[in-house]
């Protein structure tokens, strides 16, 4: 199960012999190094203040976009495709974030000759519109939370809520990574938090339409790894455990969730195929869902029409080199793999390590790097751009490096991840690398019961009273 039926007028291969990328950091280095295992040239945009970074130094070209604010650059649909063109480029890669989900960029890629690495600027419109896609995804039988439509207006919310019951979650239909979002409670809540929704989704997206959805709330974060390709193929690579977030922002990720069970991990990659499938997905592709922790009973989330982030996790459990696989089908190649071939091995830890002050509220403190020692050993891998020396800009966002592990069992990868933690240095600034030495060691996460909830309602109250108790002591020392 999970395969479709083939096409029976396949698209011509396309070569790509030089790829332009379209982004930066980590994902930039990451895409540059799959360049080089298929033999492709890559040419990496770079705005004025990412000249220096590791993607830039390893590319076979770097070319300057624009100045250092993402508006000016890394969002410039005209002068990325501008830049591609002029550097001879076949193809664009965009990453995730930024351009990577909008239509427009890949409709002006294609316009200017060039292959987009990612799905159809129509299965972009169509996943990328939440209310579009939750239409597609009950078309294609997969069960939703009970909602609506785009909200008219407050009265029109009122009624949605009276229908679906309190506590309720407003949310963007053009959102993502958690803004535009609101849980209500109560009516007398409801016309402040769609205003202050709409208001953060118009300046975040351009679109400040609003929907409503049923708020579970014991929850786990749930997302089923899809890849297809033009000739019809659609496979699902198992499932993501997201739960550890806070405000809707993932910190850690494992493959597979220790929540899963092998006959709810079929049906939600079935879900996740045919949803796929009905928006003909070429490229890799995340169906996100949520599950209610009191049932064990999962609903459509939404769809993210790019790479992860957390990639790496399905890409340790299955050895796929999945953005490699993205260059193959962007090229018209079908899978070079089949449902019955995948096969889940082991376990696959990923934190995120962010330069953010986790003692003030998880402020970002960008700034120099003047120590950078990272871990090694068997099945530990580090995905950055950072290194000693390094100045973390401003501009973007505080991602520094993606610690992953991989071991036999969920055991032992908690164990390795502890250790490679330890082995960690990251000097000039704060990183959250603290944070998921506690988080490690913590009885609900290495039992694993943590819900989406987790890090705000009980793993930081937890640790602010901790360390409040710790600074008392040492007064009564003094």
Same mark, same amino acid.
């Given at each position: ?21 379209? /982004? ?14 298929? $033999? ?25 976009? $624009? ?108 959102? $993502? ?21 709409? /208001? ?17 709330? *014991? ?51 079935? &879900? ?12 890799? $592709? ?15 989330? *939404? ?118 933690? *330890?082995?960690? &240095? ?53």
């Amino acid at each position: 199960m999970g395969m479709s039926t083939p096409s029976t007028n396949p698209p011509a291969e396309r070569e790509i012999r030089r790829l332009f990328v379209a /982004n930066r950091g980590e994902i930039a280095v990451r895409i540059v190094r799959a360049c080089q295992t298929l $033999g492709i040239e890559a040419v990496v945009g770079v705005s004025e203040a990412d000249t220096e970074t590791l993607a830039a130094r390893m590319a076979h070209e770097a070319v300057t976009i $624009g100045p250092p604010p993402a508006a000016e650059s890394y969002l410039r649909i005209e002068r990325l495709v501008d830049a591609a063109v002029r550097s001879g480029c076949d193809a664009v890669h965009p990453g995730y974030g930024f351009l990577s989900e909008r239509s427009s960029f890949a409709r002006a890629c294609a316009d200017a000759g060039l292959i987009f690495v990612g799905p159809s600027p129509q299965a972009i419109d169509a996943m990328g519109d939440k209310i579009t896609a939750v239409t597609l995804a009950e078309r294609a039988g997969v069960p939703r939370l009970p909602g609506s439509g785009a909200l008219a207006d407050a009265a029109h919310a009122i009624r949605v809520a009276a229908e679906i019951g309190y506590p309720v979650l407003i949310k963007a239909t053009a959102g $993502g990574g958690g803004r535009g979002m609101r849980v209500v409670r109560a009516d007398s809540e409801l016309e402040s938090s769609m205003r202050s929704a709409a /208001n953060e989704a118009q300046a975040a997206f351009g679109d400040a339409t609003l929907y409503m959805e049923k708020f579970i709330e *014991e929850a786990r974060h749930i997302e089923i790894q899809v890849m297809g390709d033009a000739h019809g193929n659609v496979v699902y690579l198992g499932e993501r455990e997201c739960s550890t977030q806070r405000r809707h922002q993932k910190l850690i990720e494992e493959a597979p969730s220790p929540a899963v069970t092998a006959d709810m991990r079929v049906a939600m990659g079935d &879900c996740a195929v045919r949803l796929a499938r009905d928006a003909n997905y070429v490229g890799a $592709g995340t169906i996100e869902f949520v599950v209610d922790v009191r049932d064990n009973r999962f609903y459509f989330l *939404e769809m993210n029409t790019r790479i992860q982030v957390e990639h790496p996790v399905t890409e340790m459990v299955t050895g796929l080199d999945l953005v490699a696989e993205q260059i193959r089908v962007a090229r018209g190649l079908p899978l070079s793999f089949t449902q019955e071939s995948v096969q889940l091995r082991g376990h696959s830890i990923e934190c995120r390590i962010n330069a953010e002050d986790v003692n003030r509220n998880f402020l970002p403190r960008p700034g120099v790097i003047t120590g950078w020692q990272t871990p090694t050993g068997d099945g530990v891998r580090v995905d950055t751009h950072c290194y000693a020396g390094y100045s973390v800009p401003p501009y973007y966002d505080s991602l520094l490096a993606k610690l992953i592990v991989h071991a036999d069992t969920r055991g032992q990868a908690i164990a390795r991840m502890r250790e490679a933690l *330890e082995g960690f &240095c990251i000097e000039g600034l704060p990183s959250t690398l603290p944070f998921h030495q506690e988080v490690l060691q913590h009885d609900d996460f290495v039992h694993g019961r943590v819900t989406t909830r987790w890090v705000e309602h009980n793993f930081l109250p937890e640790r602010k009273a901790r360390l409040r108790s710790a600074a008392e002591a040492v007064k009564a020392e003094v």
